[in-house]
């Protein structure tokens, strides 16, 4: 599976950005998919997550009631609405496939990567 993530870019404090992610090579409909971000110097972590099937999300405590995760099995795509961003949201955000039908929360149960795309939010 390959995964491309796109929809990245700079925006200011409190402005809205969509991110996109679309799988090849396999169907990413039997995968949960995840967003993560990771901020220069620091660890990469987890910013959602969606179920195979997309009844089941989780969201970082720092981006809960702002962000919102969504997929198109049909089209084996992954969505991340991004809302009310803050500078603190900066980040190069990775979309991420792992092989299991519940949630996946750690990087290690993630088994496809997309490459990344930066998101700036500038004060």
């Known amino acids: 599976v390959q995964l491309q993530a796109s929809g990245g870019g700079l925006v200011q404090a409190g402005g809205s950005l969509r991110l996109s992610c679309t799988a090849s090579?396999?169907?990413?409909?039997?995968?949960?998919m995840g967003w993560f971000r990771q901020a220069p110097g620091r660890e990469r972590e987890i910013v959602a997550a969606i179920s195979w099937g997309g009844a089941s999300t989780y969201y970082a405590d720092s981006v809960k009631g702002r962000f919102a995760i969504s997929r198109d099995n049909d089209k084996n795509m992954v969505f991340l609405q991004m809302n009310s961003l803050k500078p603190e949201d900066t980040a190069v955000y990775y979309c991420?496939?792992?092989?299991?039908?519940?949630?996946?929360?750690?990087?290690?149960?993630?088994?496809?990567w997309g490459q990344g795309t930066q998101v700036t939010v500038s004060s």
């Open positions: 991420a496939a792992g092989e299991l039908y519940g949630l996946a929360y750690v990087l290690n149960e993630y088994d496809y």
């Open positions: 090579g396999g169907s990413s409909s039997t995968y949960c």
